[in-house]
């Protein structure tokens, strides 16, 4: 089931920028796995997977010191558990992660729709390529963007709109999928078309509230859009 809010009917698209973790990949018992063992080799406690949802979407370092206990979050000790994160994260990242079910087969429809394809992380550059690489390598996309020191971490526009442009693709012509607040701002500051996805990390409110034009209860209605 689809559930559209408002769509202009006159518009064609004629690509999809995907958000990865929680869109794409089920990555979170690996990154809560990680996050935990840095904690614990730290002396701070550690967290269940699900609390994780919440710590996800805004870049390793907002991770971490979202999982410091309050009275020890500052920008130095998140920024040195970041560094740990990334070492534990780099060696087990592909425990347990796997593409949600019906992701392959959307994907299998979208390409021979010849629709084009991308993937925009909050992940630094080098995981998001890694993920993609190693766990969607069926699928060609025209872009994998991490953030790195080109690419800011969304909400920033930067990184959408430089996959747009790469494209040749007006943003209008855009849909943006993804499964968290940050990506409905990031899509509409990049005027791009936000939808959201209801087998991810965040809830049905949370991304009404920051402007999902359409909810998408399993990857293949996504298909509607391209009918």
């Known amino acids: 089931m689809i559930c559209h809010f408002s769509i ?3 518009i064609k698209f004629e690509a999809v920028i995907f958000d990865l973790d929680g869109t794409l990949l089920d990555t979170l018992r690996d990154i809560a796995d990680a996050g935990n063992a840095v904690l614990a080799g730290n002396g701070f406690p550690t967290h269940d997977v699900d609390a994780y949802r919440g710590f996800i979407g805004s870049g390793v370092p907002t991770l971490m010191n979202r999982a410091l206990p309050k009275e020890k979050r500052n920008l130095e000790t998140a ?11 780099n060696r087990n990242w592909n425990v347990s992660t796997k593409p949600y079910p019906g992701v392959a087969e959307m994907l299998d ?3 021979s729709l010849s629709i084009k394809r ?3 992380s909050n992940k630094p550059h080098d995981f998001a390529k890694l993920c993609v690489n190693g766990l969607l390598s069926s699928w060609t996309f025209d872009a994998v963007m991490g953030y790195n020191d080109q690419t800011p971490p969304k909400p920033d526009p930067k990184g959408a709109l430089r996959i747009a442009a790469r494209l040749k693709l007006s943003p209008s012509r855009i849909l943006y999928v993804g499964d968290s607040d940050i990506d409905m701002r990031t899509a509409i500051t990049a005027e791009m078309y936000p939808i959201g996805v209801l087998w991810g990390f965040r809830s049905k409110e949370e991304l ?4 999902a034009r359409a909810l998408l209860e399993k990857p293949q209605d996504l298909l509607a859009f391209f009918r």
Not at 79 to 89: K, S
Not at 208 to 211: A, M
Request: cysteine-free; proline content about 0%.
């Open 109 to 111: 429809q979208l390409q």
């Open 208 to 211: 009404l509230e920051n402007g």
């Open 79 to 89: 920024t040195r558990l970041a560094d740990e994160f990334r070492e534990e994260y």
């Open 118 to 120: 991308a993937v925009l």
């Open 8 to 10: 202009e009917s006159s």
